[in-house]
């Protein structure tokens, strides 16, 4: 690709910061057999306490990868996760990629209907399942072929009972048991899966160039768009975030496990460039202050990566409770605008730089970021990541690029850019140019040192809890609804980052609106960060001449009511 030196963004790198990595020539599993050979007695993980070797870890995956080839899984074939993050989950990824096979991650909050329109496009035979989620899988229509479904109960990863009550409030305790247990008929359980022996050695690997992870991004159209990257993208992207966190050690960092592992940057945070480190991954299957600020006591995070509300709770907390924050150095957050005051909190608490970065699922996800370093400007989402390119383009005329400081949709290049969408090549045609430019959809200004500020999105999506919201689904889930006539869906800016999710309806003659009613309905078949949390009625729903929904105007009309 074109050479970076030259770009003006990288002056303002931390010192030690490369403009261009070095591409990587192999896989993942190598990455993984690399840190396992070197730090073999150094922990990997720690769930609820409960530690795990490099070396147990590597054994795991072994185990796991014959299992899976019992069953018949085969390179190229795909293989669903739907897993919190847990010691499974880390496993169960390498064991995938072992074979050569694909992972696709799914979000395991997933009604059974989301899952299945992913899983008609993937088509994936054999899952691997948390227990709750394990039923969603089994309610699928008969059309749905699934040959095995591995069932996951978290609580065989949990230390002794006895030792975790030490850790843990009684009440805390047994609300997290029970939330996380459930029973799974008619799968395979976990343990059986991993039986005594491990994959012969000589089982061939992927190659670099071969395809790693599916992972379903939202898009405008509704429909289930998997964002195709190969091992190539994904160690690239780990590689990128090595160099930008300049100073990071080997076998010294502790990663907090926070952001969902199916999500693109908890993906490549943990399970990419955690592992690439040799870092101790504390995994949480979900964010609760008291459990983090307990394993804080145990092993103070260094890298806490997160979404600001996230930052926002875990600083409050700690300051009620006392409890240090200054163990950790590497902070970013992503997935959704950063608000200054988050920032000025959370860095008065732990001492430390909070900064912003932006991402997308379809560059593995990390593109751009502020530096480590007085350089960085709050408020924007930073500069180029090393061997990355961008370019800002006329909103009407792609092939024109704008004048600086003028809005325009923001372009990236470079080794993490995505493949295209699995069995999609419309959309892909729509989202990657012809040399290898990716389309953002996110309308920008950048500044005379590269620095880049996100002003608007072309795209409709709503970010919401760090997760995007596509407003076609919602609608479609609401049209359902007996009393609705029709429906457009809308996100509300909020003052501590993110948006909220709202519906405006236009209810069937004779009917009035029971917006709890709604909203249940809608819990039945979306995951409950998708749901309206404002429904309000509207009488004549504004439309272009060709009775498309102008959500602009419909937003002007009912943000008052919000």
């Known amino acids: 690709m074109e050479s970076t030196d030259v770009q003006p963004w990288v002056k303002n790198y931390q010192p030690g910061v490369p403009a261009e990595i070095d591409l990587p020539t192999e896989s993942l599993v190598d990455m993984l057999e690399r840190s396992v050979a070197e730090a073999r007695d150094a922990p990997a993980l720690e769930f609820f306490g409960r530690r795990t070797s490099y070396a147990g870890l590597g054994e795991q995956v072994d ?29 169960a990824f390498y064991a995938v990629l072992r074979l050569g096979a694909v992972v696709v991650e799914h979000n395991p909050l997933y009604t059974s209907r989301e899952l299945r329109h992913q899983f008609e496009d993937h088509q994936a035979r054999v899952v691997i399942a948390w227990d709750k989620a394990a039923a969603a899988v089994k309610d699928f229509p008969a059309d749905v072929e699934i040959d095995h479904v591995v069932s996951v109960n978290l609580l065989e990863a949990f230390p002794a009972v006895k030792r975790l009550a030490l850790q843990l409030p009684v009440k805390k305790l047994r609300a997290t048991r029970d939330s996380l247990t459930a029973r799974a008929p008619g799968t395979m359980t976990w343990k059986e899966l991993l039986g005594p022996a491990r994959i012969d050695p000589a089982h061939p690997r992927p190659q670099v160039t071969d395809l790693a992870a599916i992972q379903y991004t939202s898009g405008t159209t509704g429909r289930p768009k998997g964002a195709m990257l190969t091992h190539f ?33 908890g993906l ?15 995994l949480f299957p979900k964010f609760e202050p008291d459990l983090i600020l307990a394993a804080m006591k145990k092993s103070p995070a260094t890298v806490y990566c997160a979404v600001p509300p996230i930052y926002e709770r875990t600083a409050i907390a700690a300051r009620e409770k006392g409890i240090s924050l200054r163990s950790a150095k590497y902070c970013i957050s992503g997935a959704m605008n950063l608000p200054p005051y988050v920032v000025e909190l959370w860095e008065s608490v732990s001492g430390g730089l909070l900064v912003e970065g932006y991402g997308m699922t379809e560059s593995s996800p990390v593109a751009l970021g502020n530096p480590f370093h007085p350089t960085r400007r709050s408020g924007t989402i930073g500069v180029p990541f090393p061997s990355t390119l961008m370019k800002v383009v006329n909103l009407d005329d792609p092939d024109t690029e704008v004048s600086q400081g003028e809005p325009g949709e923001l372009l990236i ?103 709890e009613a709604l909203r249940n309905y809608c819990r039945e078949h979306l995951a409950g960060y998708k749901v309206p949390k404002r429904i309000v009625p509207i009488q004549d729903m504004p439309r272009s001449m060709l009775g498309k929904i102008l959500r602009k105007q419909v937003r002007e009309q009912i943000l008052p009511e919000l």
């Open 413 to 515: 290049k470079g080794p993490q850019v995505f493949q295209g969408y699995w069995n999609n090549p419309e959309e892909t045609a729509r989202t990657l140019t012809g040399d290898g430019w990716l389309r953002t959809g996110d309308v920008v200004t950048v500044d005379a040192d590269g620095f880049t500020t996100v002003v608007d999105r072309a795209k409709e999506l709503i970010v919401t809890g760090g997760f995007n919201v596509s407003p076609t689904e919602v609608e479609a889930v609401l049209r359902l609804h007996p009393d609705v006539r029709d429906a457009a869906v809308i996100g509300k800016p909020l003052e501590r980052g993110g948006e909220l999710v709202a519906a405006a309806v236009e209810l069937e003659p004779g009917t009035a609106l029971d917006e």
């Open 268 to 282: 490549t945070l943990y399970l990419t460039y955690g592992i690439r480190k040799q870092g101790l991954l504390v």
């Open 63 to 91: 185990r796991a990868a014959e299992g899976l080839r019992k069953l018949g899984v085969r390179a190229g074939d795909r293989v669903a996760l739907i897993l919190p993050n847990c010691p499974q989950h880390v496993v």
């Open 233 to 265: 993208n994904l160690y690239a992207n780990a590689l990128q975030g090595e160099a930008w966190m300049a100073g990071a050690e080997y076998r010294k960092e502790i990663f907090y496990a926070i952001l969902p592992m199916f999500h693109a940057f």
